[in-house]
């Protein structure tokens, strides 16, 4: 849920829930060091994705910040509570096309939206989509004191009356739900050489044209840099343009929220590598963000002393609890009164 908001109160993409991707997670299996899990989670309401949408895991393994792989997941309307999806893996230049191409690997699977996930294995893939309980944490009410709302719905300078701490202490998503699309596979198929760079893309089609209406790539990037007036063009963009396009903003930003000079944010910028805004991941190395991520990070904390330059104090929250050491990893949904 790193990045379900944009500003203090933007809506979701085109006004639906559906769209709006939320994290993206990339770890060692728990279970086989050899093999390797990617999450892309979505739909904080938790329920049926889009069915005129494209859902995709793109792969970077070469460097250029151009797909070399992409899994394509593509949803079928809703009908009588039950929702199945179709997963397509493409390579190369093919894997550079926007419409879900290549190869189907799962057809039809269904999606869980109860506690028993309906788990499916295609060769080297094990894959799930369904409901489960978010393991996001953070805590929104601070995060709302540290920043000044009155002229704007962007993120401001943070402020701190008297040096005393912004948080509550409380995690605003221990009951929260969402979406998860779950790929577990043999790491030696993303041909990371060390490493690789995974993004997430949703595109929905209108009037016979697919919209690029949402992004996911490092936590938070996408949630704290952006504004009302560069969130769509951000979303619509891709990584290979990300550091020509928006470096100038990030630079501005962190001027505001970190008094840095523009050397010291280029810098820290390159440092932290959150241009472009891909996730890097190197599977010979434990997952711990910057390199992938896990249930367990807390990148909210990481995001906010970055931008703060070290100013801004831990939140002082744990992780969840409900985290499984088996397929699909993240925790049974919790319970709500309706989900279709």
Not at 251 to 261: D, S
Not at 328 to 338: A, E, L, R
Request: proline share 7%; charged share 20%; net charge negative.
């Amino acid at each position: 849920m790193s990045n379900h908001f944009t500003g203090l109160d933007l809506g979701p993409p085109l006004g639906d829930q559906r769209l709006d991707l939320c994290d993206l997670y990339a770890f060692q299996s728990p279970t086989d060091p050899a093999r390797t899990v990617l999450i892309l989670n979505a739909n904080p309401s938790a329920d049926a994705l889009h069915p005129e949408a494209i859902y995709r895991l793109a792969i970077d393994n070469n460097g250029d910040l151009l797909n070399d792989i992409a899994f394509s997941f593509v949803f079928s309307a809703p009908q009588n509570g039950k929702q199945t999806v179709n997963v397509f893996v493409a390579k190369g230049a093919e894997a550079q096309s926007v419409e879900a191409v290549g190869t189907k690997i799962i057809s039809d699977a269904e999606v869980s939206f109860g506690a028993t996930p309906n788990i499916v294995k295609s060769g080297g893939y094990t894959f799930f989509a369904g409901s489960r309980s978010d393991a996001f944490f953070f805590d929104y009410d601070g995060i709302k004191n540290l920043f000044d709302t009155s002229g704007g719905r962007n993120f401001t300078a943070p402020h701190m009356e008297g040096g005393k701490s912004p948080w509550t202490g409380k995690d605003s998503n221990t009951e929260a739900n969402v979406f998860s699309i779950v790929m577990e596979l043999p790491t030696s198929e993303l041909g990371a050489n060390p490493m690789i760079r995974i993004w997430g893309r949703c595109s929905v089609r209108r009037d016979g044209k697919l919209l690029h209406v949402d992004r996911a790539g490092h936590p938070s990037v996408s949630s704290f840099f952006n504004t009302d007036e560069t969130k769509e063009e951000y979303n619509a963009s891709e990584p290979v343009n990300d550091y020509k396009r928006w470096l100038e903003l990030f630079v501005h930003l962190m001027g505001h929220t970190g008094n840095y000079t523009r050397e010291e944010a280029i810098a820290a910028i390159n440092e932290a590598g959150i241009l472009p805004d891909m996730l890097s991941y190197d599977p010979s190395k434990p997952a711990t963000y910057p390199n992938g991520r896990v249930f367990t990070d807390d990148v909210i904390n990481a995001r906010l002393s970055f931008l703060s330059n070290g100013d801004i104090p831990p939140d002082g929250l744990s992780p969840h609890t409900d985290i499984l050491k088996e397929f699909p990893y993240i925790g049974t949904p919790h319970p709500v009164k309706s989900l279709v």
